[in-house]
């Protein structure tokens, strides 16, 4: 009766986070557990044992090929696998299962959707849609996510689609600034430069009465502005939403 052959080099992994790295033409991969390697790269984990399910660097995780010795040394210049597991563990990329990218899409779908929602309203409402609206309106053009991107670079491309769906303008905010002090002038000076346009400007004993359209992209980027400039003494205050002229293609 013949014995089944199991090839010494091979050892059999289940349920583990792989992370992969290509160096000078070949692959090698490390076994981690799921969970731990962002929390090794964000320093929160300091032991390697508790990241590494297996001080083994491989050729291939999924197929249980461990790379050959000598590659280790010829590319990285040392034979210490464990040496070399913190290194690929620090400039590796981390592989993702089907599972969990189909969860990373889901959630994209909704921050892109999010940031949509919070850019534009109905034209015929004056009011911005709900979040779950615009998700919907998204899966009936069939938008496809990219998962290398932003959800604020693809909301535009969003914004385009959903328009040939749906009523929907982008909207700006129509806000109040009011700035005291020194450093008025100083500071209006900023403010403007983050307007979209300026709708009236007043000046009485040397404070300024500033109603502006803003993106809403940068509402907190002006309110931290004031509050730092102004030390705390300046007001920055939402009066409404206006939908945006046709055309418009900045977020």
């Known amino acids: 009766m013949s014995k089944i052959f199991t090839p010494t080099n091979q050892i059999r992994l289940t349920n ?33 044992d508790e990241v590494l399910q297996t001080h083994t660097v491989f050729s291939n ?22 040496e070399i597991c913190k290194e690929i563990l620090e400039k590796g990329e981390l592989q993702v299962s089907d ?10 779908m909704k921050d892109i ?20 609206i615009i998700e919907k309106a998204m899966k ?27 009523p ?20 209006k000076d900023k403010v403007v430069k983050l307007a979209m346009s300026v709708e009236e400007e007043t000046w009485d004993s040397g404070t300024a ?4 359209l803003i ?7 002006l309110d931290e502005m004031i509050r730092t400039e102004t030390k705390g003494s300046g007001q920055f205050e939402l009066l409404n939403l206006k939908e945006m002229v046709e055309g418009e293609q900045t977020l």
């Open 209 to 212: 009465n500033i109603i502006c």
């Open 113 to 132: 959707a999010t940031t949509v929602a919070d850019k534009c309203v109905n034209p015929e409402t004056k009011r911005p849609y709900p979040v779950s």
């Open 61 to 82: 995780v999924s197929k249980g090929q461990v790379a050959k010795k000598e590659d280790l040394v010829k590319i990285f210049g040392k034979d210490d696998s464990t």
């Open 168 to 187: 929907l303008e982008r909207a700006q905010m129509r806000v109040r600034i009011l700035l005291t002090g020194k450093e008025a002038r100083k500071t």
């Open 99 to 108: 599972k969990e990218r189909h969860s990373q899409i889901e959630s994209l």
């Open 140 to 166: 009936d053009v069939h938008f496809s996510v990219n998962v290398n991107k932003s959800a604020k670079q693809q909301a535009l491309d969003v914004i385009q689609l959903l328009k040939k769906e749906i």
């Open 215 to 221: 993106d809403p992209g940068n509402f907190r980027t």
């Open 16 to 48: 583990v986070a792989i992370v992969r790295l290509k160096k000078s033409g070949k692959r090698f991969e490390i076994a981690c557990y799921r969970n731990k390697v962002l929390s090794w790269r964000n320093k929160l984990e300091q032991d390697i």
